[in-house]
């Protein structure tokens, strides 16, 4: 299974309009081929940050999502909303046997 | 690496108490040994779901978190205080190159 974190700084007057397309990208992104799950979310210490999870079955899925029109567009939206580069992170992970 | 993702789900009584916890673990969890990130956001979708993103460098490091009483004190006062029991996932995570 592939992770992705990614995380968006809004900038106080586009906030607003970051967190509905954050929002809309996120619900669309669970449709695709794919997707296991995908959600945005705001860090608690600052509101600004918005903060995606995501999970996808493999790197094709991941390479198909990054690719479409709808998805590209939002992250051009992104980049130019934000305070700062947006930023993404992706894991190769294994789910193991909750302990302790 | 290890990732933990976890959520509890609060009553709208209970938020603003389980908000003062949950980022009082997170601050505190960061400085243990092992703790490569620890966070606390909101759900967009549902204000009252805060989700935890935790990232570790071993299974020995995340034990040794489990078992401190500040983090069992924190599960008790956590499970008490939300609406469902809380989920926590665990996975063995290797970051990748970003592509796409």
Chains 1, 2 share one sequence.
């Not at 968006?8 to 996120?26: G, M, N």
Request: with cysteine.
């Amino acid at each position: 299974m592939i992770i992705v974190t990614g995380n968006i700084l809004a900038k106080s007057e586009t906030l607003d309009e970051l967190f509905v397309l954050a929002l809309e990208h996120s619900r669309r992104s669970r449709f695709e081929p794919g997707c296991l799950a995908h959600g945005v979310h705001q860090d608690c210490e600052n509101q600004l940050r918005l903060v995606f999870f995501e999970q996808w079955t493999d790197h094709s899925a991941l390479a198909q999502h990054f690719h479409l029109p709808a998805s590209r567009l939002f992250a051009k939206e992104a980049f130019a909303l934000a305070a700062e580069p947006p930023k993404i992170e992706i894991y190769e992970a294994v789910a193991v046997s909750v302990g302790g």
